[in-house]
């Protein structure tokens, strides 16, 4: 990924902290000729979440933070944990009691990370983290959440690939939508390469949200200039179940900048595309990773996406995330 560092705004003496994250491979589906996968189960904690943390543990240690602290539904935890042992930062995760994939929990303790696990959900794990570290940042404890605009720098470079990969820019582009953070930071990726003439295209931005965890789709569907949020959210998907994500705003500029779309699907639906990918395709992703693929059903069922266009999902997570998924 940092191979791409004149894409990224660093100074020059700036020493990564890197596990060797991004080169994640794009996978072409057996079954349509123009869909593709990018498997980001195949960064080094198995989550996208590495090509942010890369950068974002990068500049805490520049800083000179001691310790570095974050809420996460799990996989920003495991790659927290990872880059922060790697840098020699202690590290703090927040975490919603009972709502983490057992494989996240365990990499999270494995990398030697302090886990508080709040009593609530994810939502109410980040006030928490914002209450007590953002709002007064003391230089020494460094937050690592998506409010913080390096996470998002790193994770760009998702579109930098897809492109080296393809050889050109895809026409759709499909994101699982949580923290509403990613599907951002790739459209800005894309939007860059347009900037700086690498291309004159850009792909539809694409936001798939849980039925029970959709306040971004909802948003978008009410053509809503606030946040309609979502008290108690559910989903299989534990990685995206949030009620009120703290990028939604730009998520809808993505996806309306782009025009794309937002689609809401349900877990069974999540589930089945789940065992496709699995056992059709030999890609094995954990729950919100399979909820592109049961939104390119949806939309090309509803006429929304033609078979004849390129079409890239984003697989955010690895199957061993989430051993405990009934399918
Ligand atoms: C597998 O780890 O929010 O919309 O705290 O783990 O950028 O939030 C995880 C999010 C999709 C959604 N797929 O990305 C966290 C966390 C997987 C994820 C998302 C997450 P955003």
Redesign the pocket.
């Known amino acids: 990924m940092w191979k791409y560092k004149l894409m990224l705004p660093v100074k020059r003496d700036v020493e990564p902290v890197s596990l060797g994250e991004g080169d994640t491979p794009l996978i072409p589906s057996k079954s349509h000729r123009r869909l593709f996968v990018k498997f980001e189960g195949a960064n080094p904690t198995g ?1 996208f ?1 590495d090509r942010g943390m890369t950068l974002a543990v990068t500049i805490a240690k520049y800083i000179g933070a001691r310790s570095v602290v974050v ?7 495991a790659s927290a944990a990872a880059y922060a042992a790697r840098a020699g930062l202690e590290c703090l995760v927040y975490l919603p009691k009972g709502s983490v994939a057992r494989g996240k929990l365990f990499q999270a303790l494995l990398h030697g990370a302090k886990v508080v696990e709040v009593d609530g959900n ?1 939502d109410e794990a980040l006030e928490e983290v914002v209450a007590r570290y953002v709002d007064k940042a003391s230089g020494h404890v460094y937050p690592l959440n ?1 409010v913080n605009p390096w996470r998002l720098e790193g994770q760009k470079t998702i579109a930098f690939e897809i492109y080296q990969q393809l050889g050109f820019v895809p026409d759709n582009v499909i994101v ?8 951002y930071a790739i459209w800005k990726g894309f939007r860059e390469l347009r900037e700086v003439g690498v291309t004159d295209r850009v792909p539809r931005m694409i936001g798939v949200q849980a039925e029970g965890a959709s306040p971004v789709f909802k948003t978008w569907l009410a053509k809503a200039d606030e946040l309609v949020p979502v008290e108690g959210p559910y989903t299989v998907a534990t ?2 179940k ?1 009620g009120r ?1 703290v ?1 939604w705003l730009k998520a809808l500029t993505a996806v309306r900048e782009s025009k794309g779309f937002m689609l809401s699907v349900s877990d069974a639906m999540i589930v089945e595309a789940l065992k496709t990918l699995a056992r059709d395709e030999g890609i094995g992703v ?1 729950p ?2 399979a909820a592109p693929l049961a939104g390119y059903r949806v939309a090309v069922e509803q006429g929304l996406i033609g078979r004849d266009e390129t079409t890239v999902l984003i697989a ?2 690895h199957a061993l995330k989430d051993p405990e998924v009934r399918f």
Do not use: M, R
Not at 71 to 77: E, P, Q, R
Not at 176 to 183: C, D, K, M, T
């Open positions: 989550s979440k809420a996460s539904t799990g996989n920003t935890s994810f998506s699982p939508v949580g923290n509403a953070g990613n599907i990685a995206i949030i994500p990028n954990e919100a990773s955010t997570g």
